[in-house]
């Protein structure tokens, strides 16, 4: 299907108002999209939210109160809505509102949307909202002028973004429906799998453009984007996958799933609702799973670290979201932590101290070839001053045990200091989430 064109003097057009700064590339993308239905797809730190504005900067005389009409700028994340309706704010004169699900925007009714829509011209919120507002009638896209999706790639399957296209948008195209929004996706990243082949690729690239109903756009020349965008040159570093000593993981495996079912044997013996109980159990396996990760992938000192960690987690905790758990419940659980962290401490002897020659302690398990090669890495650059260096891990609690590390060692070394930060839905109870530095 060919995405929608609507020629620019169509919509009475004023002169394009491009903003002074902008570079060609962003000019490029502008003009493209405002031609057509457009993903844009450049490198993060391109600028792809500037061309987003710009857009709705075009739009901006059909969207002025007390024009019925708004844009909708929709991201897949809470901390991003915040962060995109700055940047809109920032760029243009238009009353921006925004929207997530904190602000108890479920309850609210048609009416409350209508004022909503009265008051702001460009309406930013998370997708699950916007979907929500369709399914409910709040929201007709014969009234949105632009639709601006954050990070299109993910529209597929039953994300909200595929749900939003297909449920409303094409439904609106097949019935000869031609007030529909211009759409507008930005992505770093078009492509979701990994290992494919350049067939798939392409037929990815090509259900996405078919669901958004729309072309992609990207600047065809790096030496352009080079000139403003500083580029990575990957290094790739191999290690030997060695694991700790298979005794030492086979007794603390033992050990610790004796604990997980001392404790939750003794739950039985409290006072405890079903789903409190279940709540208990259910935190106690999280909190196992985690230190036999750390145990297998980055070693018995970084275990130690993280059932220390999770012993003085308190209820504010950002790691352990105690939901339904009561006190005497949340001790079970730290007490679990606790002991396991006792149970692991005696692989060390009074006095052992971690760095001091690290290739003995990947021997005796204490970390692992991976965390050993993550050192060396770093140490590498240890002469430079003021440098800054991203770590990305997969999990949160890893990125919490790398700092006890590398504030243990980094300062033998060198002058650098060392903090993990995650993300805000970082809790045992869900998922981890991919981002620590």
Known sequence: MEPVSLDIDTIQQPPADPLPFARSYQLE????????????FLETGSGKTLIATMLLRSYAHLLRKPSRFIAVFLVPEVLLASQQAGAVRMHTDMNVGVYWGDMGVDFWDAATWKQEILKHEVLVMTHQIFLNGLRHGYFKLD??????????????????????????????????????????????????????????????????ENIMNSKVH?????????KFIPFSTPKFLVYEHMKIPD???????NELGNLKAKHELFLEKLDLSERAAESVCSKISKVHSHLMFCLGELGVWLALQAAQFLSHSDSDSEFIAWGRVDVAGETIVKK????????????????????????????????????LCLIKSLLLYRDLKDMRCIVFVERVITAVV????????????????????????????????????
């Open 336 to 371: 679990f932590c606790w002991d396991a962290s006792l149970v692991i401490s005696n692989f060390f002897s009074a006095g052992c101290c971690i760095g001091d020659n690290t290739e003995a302690d990947v021997g005796a398990g204490h970390i692992t070839e991976k965390v």
């Open 29 to 40: 993308a502008l003009e493209k999209a405002l031609k057509q239905n457009t993903i844009v």
């Open 247 to 253: 005794d030492v993981f086979a007794y603390l495996k």
């Open 143 to 208: 009234l949105i002028k632009v639709l601006i999706f954050d990070e299109c790639h993910h529209a597929r399957g039953n994300h909200p973004y595929a749900c939003i296209m297909t449920e409303f948008f094409h439904r609106e195209l097949g019935s000869g429906h031609h007030d529909l929004p211009r759409i507008f996706g930005m992505t770093a990243s078009l492509i979701k799998s990994k290992g494919a082949n350049s067939e798939s690729y392409r037929q990815q690239i090509c259900e996405l």
């Open 402 to 437: 790398l700092e006890s590390l590398l504030r243990e060692l980094l300062p033998r070394h060198s002058g650098w200091k060392t903090k993990y930060i995650a993300g805000n839905n970082s809790g045992f109870a869900i998922p981890d989430t991919p981002y620590a530095k």
């Open 218 to 226: 990207t600047c065809d020349s790096e030496t352009v984007l080079a």
